[in-house]
């Protein structure tokens, strides 16, 4: 129930690996019911079990049906064979990915479920004998509920305010979480590696060196890893090209806080020829509430800022908290544009955009739907506004 997560979606991949019939439902299409290719799948109206099926509810469907609550069952996936557990608020489905990539390319064998799909590793999740390499969620605590041989936390930044009253917080339950952990890996205290990479920006830099510290200490020789490493491309919706067409190039990201817009907009501004359009769909209100100042002023690394509405909000509505907060804080020269829905971002976006431009959709969720529509509403020559 809620197959189209980021997170049921590899379950029941993985799962479907291992043996299990598997049947889904979700309230609508995501971009990660791609993946789910032979799975029979019920959209929309209430999620209703087949008799004799075993229901795993997503967390946004709890309330909506009787069954075993998602992060339950991923502790009992990853108790049936050694695990490397990812955590961390930023750039922990990029540093799986690179661990998994890194462990069959090597020879190694290993299953992964990944918070994110990757082209190189055939999809979400995969299976074999080794370890099995999972991205763990912080944000609504399940992770915490894992039992790696070995866990890797990327970085540690406060964004998930509905889950945590402070960064003091998340600091104690994650590290008393690691106290049961036989081996922990800390991305922050190791330098970004110095060679070349596949995949752009500093961030990824930070990623690849957790990821070799982790491959590392699990036995696979160094210079194998880095040459391996050297050759990973990403995940879809991390910097990934969408198209390019009438001179205009169309970048989706994941980024959905701070820290991940810079990076995402940094990487961009150093590869655009001319204007920096970001298009950024918020997903959390209490995020927005508490960051949309910090939100807004990292737009403004843009030339052009268009924020939209909640599009598939994540928690409760609030009176007053609307992406608006977040243009609103959207510093000068930045021209800002409000579009409530998807469809009103690409279709301004459309408007403003020429040849030479680079656009990137920014956020969790839906903001793909507005890439792509782009890339197909392009002439092949863009006009000017």
């Known amino acids: 129930m809620g197959i189209g997560g980021s997170g049921l979606s590899a379950y029941a991949n993985i799962a479907r690996a291992w043996g299990a019939d598997v049947r889904g439902w979700d309230a609508q299409e995501t971009i990660f019911t791609e993946t789910l290719e032979g799975i029979e799948i019920d959209l929309g109206g209430d999620p209703a079990p087949p008799e004799g099926f075993e229901a795993v509810v997503s967390t946004a469907h709890l309330a909506r049906c009787d069954g075993t609550p998602r992060a339950a069952f991923l502790a009992e996936l990853v108790a049936a064979q050694p695990s490397i557990v990812v955590t961390g608020a930023h750039g922990k489905t990029t540093t799986t990915a690179m661990i998994a990539f890194v462990l069959r390319e090597t020879s190694n064998d290993p299953a992964w479920i990944v918070g994110g799909v990757v082209p190189q590793l055939g999809g979400n ?3 074999g004998t080794g370890w099995l390499v999972v991205e763990g969620d912080e944000s609504d605590r399940s992770a915490f509920a894992l039992r790696p041989r070995i866990a890797v936390v990327t970085n540690v930044e406060l964004d998930h305010h509905a889950a945590y009253g402070s960064t003091a917080e998340l600091e104690t339950t994650i590290e008393a979480w690691l106290t049961d952990v036989p081996e ?12 070349v990479l596949a995949v752009p920006g500093e961030h990824n830099r930070r990623n690849a060196a957790a990821a070799l510290e982790t491959l590392v200490r699990v036995g696979v020789d160094r210079e194998e890893a880095i040459a391996a490493l050297s050759r990973f491309e990403g995940a879809d919706r991390r910097f990934q090209l969408v198209g390019e067409r009438g001179g205009v190039t169309v970048i989706d990201d994941y980024g959905h806080n701070p820290t991940e817009l810079r990076a995402a907009l940094e990487t961009a501004r150093a590869r655009a020829d001319g204007r920096l359009i970001a298009i950024y769909v918020p997903h959390v209100v209490e995020r927005t509430r508490h960051l949309h100042r910090e939100l807004g002023e990292t737009l403004g690394l843009a030339d052009v800022a268009i924020v939209t ?13 609307t992406g608006r907060l977040v243009l609103d804080d959207v510093p000068d020269p930045t021209r800002r544009i409000w579009a409530p829905a998807l469809h ?4 301004l976006a459309l408007r403003v955009v020429r040849p030479g431009d680079l656009v990137v959709t920014l956020g969790v969720g839906e903001p793909w739907r507005v890439a792509r529509a782009i890339v197909a509403g392009l002439p092949d020559g863009a006009g000017s506004a």
């Open 125 to 127: 999740a995969g299976i």
């Open 184 to 195: 922990v890996v800390r991305g922050w205290e190791l330098e970004p590696v110095d060679f």
């Open 309 to 321: 509405d909640f599009v598939g909000r994540r928690d409760a509505p609030r009176e007053g908290v």
């Open 344 to 347: 009103d971002a690409s279709h």
